[in-house]
């Protein structure tokens, strides 16, 4: 069992305590980072004239031939080692020899810890970052194509006004633009590097701790050695924009789910992100949506998961951290796995706009629009509320639509009722008059897509990280 530490020990690990105790079966994710942050120490080691040229060179050559070979399939991450950190360092010193003893030189496997799962963090916010933009660009696609496609818009689950695709498909643009957003405030916070914190109290070798933040790309060392090993901070971040990113995720899948139903036939999944069933040839299931909104929970869990592993720890490192691992990978692996299905789902969906315009003109969705023509007319709003519900009641009794009425009917209702009333309570003129900022009338959307396309374009420049 190959393991960092036994010195002040008389007994061999028992072989459960041991299993039990081992990460190797998870952290071996991490080989990358641990090799680049092996890199980096070294060379920092040097520069301070800790370790001679020739012991860096020989040590950076050993790490570089470690990560080949296992990228290669000539060199396999077993269970003998406790960690990827004391697999990497065995095989190092096997392959270099005494140099290879001194790569831990001011080093502790919690700074080590601490700073792989940053690295790891960091390249999987820029990986969540490039999918959002992806499904935002179809977003922003179908938008465009979307402007005059009319659908009903939905309160309770009831039909409330006529909307267009392109602005309920824009309340996602909003959701998930302030998901992007929130990726970039966690790389902010999380992007200080904690090497050379060593245990918790920093060492007295001569570190340079701004030369290690900067050949790993970070802003700057952390500020306190204590913090810098048992900080999660950003993990649970992280894991919070994730959830939402599922939460999001599962509110459209659910909409989606909706919309193919019998019920409502608005959009026709392609065949690629479907099923059928085993016994009913007639079906075809929308899966990839329902698998979405049913994995969110599990992402919902790594959240929670950590927080609670994270509440009554003393500071600073224990071995309870190693728990961020597992559920967080997971969360990770399955917001990616999500976010490439749902966005290849969208993106091949057909909307039937036809399907959708006649679904908008049934549901007494001009309501609102008829009691703003009564106000327009002199009445009080209030009045005018009351005595579109009387409209609505007699429609109902008649089963008619209100644009089906004859002016003898709207009459009845109100004198203030005359011929311009058609026009005013079609589906067109109800959504297009809405030009409001934010709203679904036509020039409203351009302005709103306008707004889209500079996003879009800021988010694909990266000037943040600069």
Request: charged share 25%.
């Amino acid at each position: 069992m190959a393991q960092l530490w036994g010195g002040r020990f008389t007994k061999d690990t028992d072989a459960r305590v041991y299993q039990f105790n081992a990460s190797i079966s998870f952290d071996s994710r991490f080989l990358k980072q641990d090799i680049d942050g092996s890199i980096a120490h070294t060379k920092m080691l040097c520069k301070q004239k800790i370790l001679t040229e020739d012991e860096c060179d020989a040590i950076i050559s050993g790490l570089q031939s470690i990560y080949r070979d296992v990228k290669h399939g000539n060199l396999e991450i077993t269970d003998q080692y406790e960690d990827v950190h004391s697999f990497v360092e065995a095989n190092l010193i096997e392959r270099i020899g005494e140099a290879g003893k001194k790569l831990h030189t001011g080093r502790s496997r919690n700074d080590q810890v601490a700073l792989d799962m940053k690295l790891y963090v960091r390249e999987e916010v820029d990986n969540v970052e490039g999918l959002l933009k992806e499904l935002l660009t179809t977003i922003d696609r179908l938008m465009q194509e979307n402007v005059y496609t009319y659908m009903p818009g939905f309160t309770h689950l009831q039909k409330a006004q006529p909307i267009t695709l392109a602005h309920h498909l824009g309340a996602y643009f909003e959701m998930f633009k302030r998901d992007f957003l929130r990726l970039v405030d966690v790389y902010e916070r999380l992007n200080f590097c904690p090497l050379g914190a060593g245990a918790l109290a920093g060492t007295t070798y001569p570190l340079d701790r701004e030369a290690t933040a900067e050949l790993l790309g970070f802003y700057g060392p952390t500020a306190n050695s204590i913090d810098s090993v048992s900080d999660r901070d950003y993990l649970i971040e992280f894991l919070a924009a994730l959830s939402l990113i599922m939460m999001h995720l599962s509110r459209f899948s659910e909409e989606i789910i909706l919309w193919n139903s019998n019920e409502y036939g608005f959009v026709e999944i392609d065949d690629t992100y479907a099923t059928g069933s085993s016994i009913m040839p007639q079906k075809k299931n929308p899966d990839i949506a329902e698998l979405t909104r049913g994995k969110c929970g599990r992402v919902y869990g790594a959240l929670t998961s950590l927080l609670v592993t994270m509440k009554g720890l003393p500071l600073a490192y224990n071995k309870d951290m190693q728990e961020d691992k597992e559920v967080s990978f997971d969360a990770i692996d399955t917001v990616k796995d999500c976010l490439f299905l749902f966005n290849g789902m969208l993106s091949t969906m057909h909307f039937k706009k036809d399907t959708m315009a006649a679904s908008a003109m049934k549901g007494f969705t001009n309501a609102t629009d008829i009691a703003d023509y009564l106000v327009g007319k002199g009445i009080p709003f209030r009045d005018a509320h009351a005595l579109v519900g009387k409209l609505v009641l007699y429609c109902i009794d008649e089963d008619k639509a209100a644009e089906d009425l004859t002016m003898e009917e709207f009459k009845q209702i109100s004198e203030a009722f005359d011929a311009d009333i058609y026009e005013a309570i079609s589906l067109e003129t109800c959504v297009e008059k809405r030009l409001t900022t934010g709203a679904p009338g036509p020039e409203a959307m351009e302005k709103t897509i306008k707004i889209n396309h500079d996003f879009l374009e800021f988010i694909k420049k990266e000037e943040w990280k600069e």
